[in-house]
T-cell receptor, first 117, second 111 residues
């Protein structure tokens, strides 16, 4: 089955120790997204790639970076995790929009729960 | 500020009843609307998408869109305990490839 895969599912890191989360997809979607979701809150978009075009949200801290080496894979790097970065990190994919200002459905991976000690 | 607003709930309904979940959005240019279900500790799962005014039905789910009132709703017929989850409304704000999510409504279906 076509799907979005995230690894690891659970990640524990130390304060200030860099961590990388990965996402892969077999849907062949050209748009990939990274969200942060804290308990009882809406998913918050960090950035997204439209093909190789990187789009950062204005309020995403510089501590968060991303790489997309090919269509299938996308990585989230947290350079110096703080206690406030503990959250569920969600990767999602979609096809490119059918017209300007619209959106196709986004499909989420299972998420990576990050704990910072 | 582009916003999507939902009543946080919890909304409690008895098994077999109709659950009605509501969402309002602020950007009149919005063109794409989605409902996601999220179980505790899991990722959001897409259950409905709607792009035009009116109703769209899929099994026990009906999405309703009224762009003039900037309002989108989700009806769940014959609610089951397994429908107990948080329901997230998501809206494309009319630009870019992204969605703005509401904080979600907690639904509890009592058997």
């Amino acid at each position: 089955d076509a799907m979005v895969i995230q690894n690891p599912r659970y990640q524990v890191t130390q304060f200030g120790k860099p961590v990388t989360l990965s996402c892969s997809q077999t849907l062949n979607h050209n748009v990939m997204y990274w969200y942060q979701q804290k308990s009882s809150q809406a998913p918050k978009l960090l950035f997204h790639y439209y093909d190789k075009d990187f789009n950062n949200e204005a309020d995403t801290p510089d501590n968060f970076q991303s790489r997309r080496p090919n269509t299938s894979f996308c990585f989230l790097d947290i350079r110096s995790p703080g206690l406030g970065d503990a959250a569920m990190y969600l990767c999602a994919t979609s096809r490119s929009p059918f017209k300007r200002g619209s959106s196709y459905e986004q499909y989420f991976g299972p998420g990576t729960r990050l704990t910072v000690t | 500020q582009k916003e999507v607003e939902q009543n946080s709930g919890p909304l409690s309904v008895p098994e077999g009843a109709i659950a009605s979940l509501n969402c309002t959005y602020s950007d009149r240019g919005s063109q794409s609307f989605f409902w996601y279900r999220q179980y505790s500790g899991k990722s959001p799962e897409l259950i409905m998408s709607i792009y035009s005014n009116g109703d769209k039905e899929d099994g026990r789910f009906t999405a309703q869109l009224n762009k003039a009132s900037q309002y989108v709703s989700l009806l769940i017929r014959d609610s089951q305990p397994s429908d107990s989850a948080t329901y997230l409304c998501a809206v494309n704000p009319g630009y870019g490839n992204k969605l703005v999510f509401g904080a979600g409504t907690i639904l509890r279906v009592k058997s």
